[in-house]
């Protein structure tokens, strides 16, 4: 199947700074990215849909300034974290749709687990 | 609106005990698809299984079996003789062609003791 990369798969970092994640499609283009965010013991929720060379569409309550989206490329998407907090310490997981592909053909990346201190 | 149901939270079972894990889903779309995902403590969704709305024909696949019911609208999962390399959370969750995201439900961790 496909592969979906997601780098790093952890960071700890100090509160006040940026933390920047990434997201690989290695063997396909993904045309549409989605980043969700998992906290603990809690389902995953999506955070904003990236379409290549567009701005992220987010949902209800993200903050856009706060969760920066770059989806520069079929292959790529980033998600940074601008002045973390504490409470942004969680478990973000992005996922890739193939070009031209259904929702059905959704690959999800391996994690990032995020610890602000 | 779509949404989707794990009502069971948490379950533990042992080991070489058969368990079922049950998935209810809401959407008023024809047209729709439903997957389980595991999610092992190392964090990532581990694809099982995906089923389109208009094939309710149940399926295994080893240990793993599922049960579709539109009637009830339900998704359920079973683990056949369980191991203890099943404990993990897992994820039921639903997606369509008029959306773009996966709706996940809440998860049910599974602990399966030797």
């Known amino acids: 199947g496909a592969v979906v990369s997601q780098h790093p798969s952890r960071v700890i970092c100090k509160s006040g700074t940026s933390v920047k994640i990434e997201c690989r499609s290695l063997?396909?283009?993904?045309?549409?990215m989605f980043w969700y965010r998992q906290f603990p013991k809690k389902s995953l929720m999506l955070m904003a849909t990236?379409?290549?060379?567009?701005?992220?569409?987010?949902e209800q309550g993200v903050e856009k300034d706060k969760f920066l989206i770059n989806h520069a490329s079929l292959t790529l998407s980033t998600l940074t974290v601008t002045s973390a907090h504490p409470e942004d310490s969680s478990f973000y997981i992005c996922?890739?749709?193939?070009?031209?592909?259904?929702?059905?053909?959704?690959?999800f990346g391996q994690g990032t687990r995020l610890t602000v201190v | 609106a779509q949404k989707v149901t794990q009502a069971q939270t948490e379950i533990s079972v042992v080991e070489k005990e058969d368990v079922t894990l049950d998935c209810v889903y809401e959407?008023?779309?024809?047209?729709?698809?439903l997957f389980w995902y595991k999610q092992p403590p190392s964090g990532e969704l581990v694809f099982l299984i995906r089923?389109?709305?208009?094939?309710?024909q149940n399926e295994i696949s080893g240990r793993y079996s599922w049960n579709f019911q539109k009637s009830t609208s339900s998704f359920n999962f079973t683990i056949t003789a369980s191991q203890v390399v099943d404990s993990a959370v897992y994820f039921c969750?639903?997606?369509?062609?008029?959306?773009?995201?996966?709706?996940f439900g809440t998860g049910t961790s599974l602990t399966v003791i030797p």
């Open positions: 996922s890739a749709r193939r070009f031209g592909a259904m929702n059905t053909e959704a690959f």
């Open positions: 063997d396909f283009q993904a045309t549409t």
């Open positions: 990236s379409n290549e060379g567009s701005k992220a569409t987010y």
């Open positions: 959407t008023r779309d024809t047209t729709y698809y």
């Open positions: 089923r389109n709305s208009f094939d309710e």
């Open positions: 969750a639903l997606t369509t062609n008029t959306g773009n995201q996966f709706y």
